[in-house]
């Protein structure tokens, strides 16, 4: 029996509110901004209960379309996103594009695994809608949204990403919303990389 998770579970099933949980981790409050770290901003908005609802935005200096490819190549992802061990498009039962994915995040030093299987709806290349049908929370749908926007002489692409997550009750969710917020600084600048990698670095 591994004593750490068994106090990262007690510790979820006792506290009666999430500011409990990241007073006794020694985590930001729920409402903390994270901004400008990485060129990157995050915020989190309580919804109803336990439910979160995380946003978060860059900049790149590339044109939507090829911002789109970079999202849209759902069997690389993980090539690239640290925090994703995996992702591969499977079949759809209507023939639509669902994938698999499984994110890896570290916990009181102990490594963890969420799966989810989503449905995503392109609406190229503007928006890429996604909703969880299958997965390890009771709740996880969002979207990513690309938008050009002005920058010196030219254009970027203003990439922003929206999820609704609800961790199960095992789960504590300061705990699981401040580990996201920080992957999605990870994960949003990867991709910024990853468009310098195919596109080469803007002059």
């Not at 979820?12 to 930001?28: C, M």
């Not at 200096?61 to 090829?66: A, D, V």
């Not at 503007?126 to 979207?143: A, I, R, T």
């Not at 961790?167 to 949003?188: A, C, D, F, H, Y």
Request: charged share 25%; proline share 5%.
């Amino acid at each position: 029996m591994n004593t750490e998770l068994d106090q990262w579970m007690t510790q979820g099933k006792r506290a009666e509110n999430d500011d409990e949980i990241a007073e006794a981790f020694d985590l930001p409050s729920p409402d903390f901004w994270l901004s400008e770290s990485q060129g990157v901003e995050v915020q989190t908005d309580r919804a109803e209960g336990r439910q979160r609802q995380i946003s978060a935005k860059i900049r790149i200096p590339y044109s939507i379309e090829q911002v789109w490819q970079i999202l849209t190549d759902y069997d690389r992802l993980a090539d690239f996103i640290p925090n994703l061990a995996k992702s591969c498009q499977i079949d759809h039962p209507q023939g639509g594009i669902r994938i698999e994915q499984v994110g890896t995040q570290s916990l009181l030093k102990l490594k963890f695994c969420a799966r989810v299987v989503l449905d995503m709806v392109e609406q190229f290349p503007h928006q890429l809608d996604f909703c969880m049908v299958e997965g390890d929370f009771k709740q996880f749908s969002g979207s990513w949204t690309l938008q050009p926007v002005a920058a010196g002489a030219g254009f970027c692409t203003e990439l922003c990403y929206m999820i609704v997550v609800l961790p199960p009750r095992t789960m504590p969710v300061s705990l699981i919303e401040n580990r996201l917020k920080s992957g999605l600084v990870t994960n949003l600048s990867a991709i910024r990389d990853r468009a310098d990698t195919l596109f080469g670095a803007p002059k």
